[in-house]
């Protein structure tokens, strides 16, 4: 008997992640999510995160959370409570047959993974986004709508790289960075900053 397959936060990401499953032929049985547990979301019910988890030690989870560090917290209690987690690709998605993609990651329709790629556990690498060669995203990290990074770059861990933002090729962005949508990354940009503009300078940290 196969297991149940839920997605864990029914907020807006978590509605794409299941959509995206639903394309992929997946049926969705619920979604998990202890803030609106007890209501409805795109036709599908919301149990309790905890409650579910404790009864389907077998089940499939997609981790449906777009804050990183929250989507990190959800994929290690579903593991504790002995669930697998779910990679999720888009079937409109443009994948190398090299790219590498680890688990929990999710892939959205559009998005463009070039040769030996590197898509980190948990990342999220959103509608149109692209990863060029050689690019390696960090765990948990995520790559918003249209963004692009370039060949060769690195996207550390936790990291958020704005709508629409553009790292040149073989720069670097810290764990934990935030880069503004529409922002021009043209230098490396150490961890835990807040970066934006064109070209993106540090503004915070």
Sequence with gaps: MTSLCVVYGA?????VIA???????????????DKVSGTEVISLPVYPAAEWLF?????????GIGDNVA????????????CAILTVVHPAAVIARSARIK????????????????????????????VEHDVRIGRFAHLSPKSAAGGGAQIGA??????GASVLPLKRIGARCVIGGGSVVIS??????????????????
């Design 158 to 163: 936790y990291a958020h790289i704005g709508m």
């Design 71 to 82: 989507r990190e917290r959800a994929a290690v209690r579903a593991q504790q409570a002995g």
């Design 55 to 63: 009864s389907h030690p077998d089940g499939r989870v997609a981790l």
């Design 11 to 15: 907020g807006g990401h978590g509605k």
């Design 19 to 33: 959509e995206i499953l639903a394309a992929c032929g997946q049926k969705v049985e619920c979604f998990i999510d």
């Design 103 to 130: 688990e929990g990651a999710a892939i959205m329709p559009g998005a463009v993974l070039n040769p030996d790629c590197e898509i980190g556990e948990g990342a999220i690498i959103n509608t149109g986004a692209i």
């Design 188 to 205: 490396d940009i150490p961890e835990h900053q807040t970066a934006y503009g064109i070209p993106a300078k540090v503004h915070s940290s």
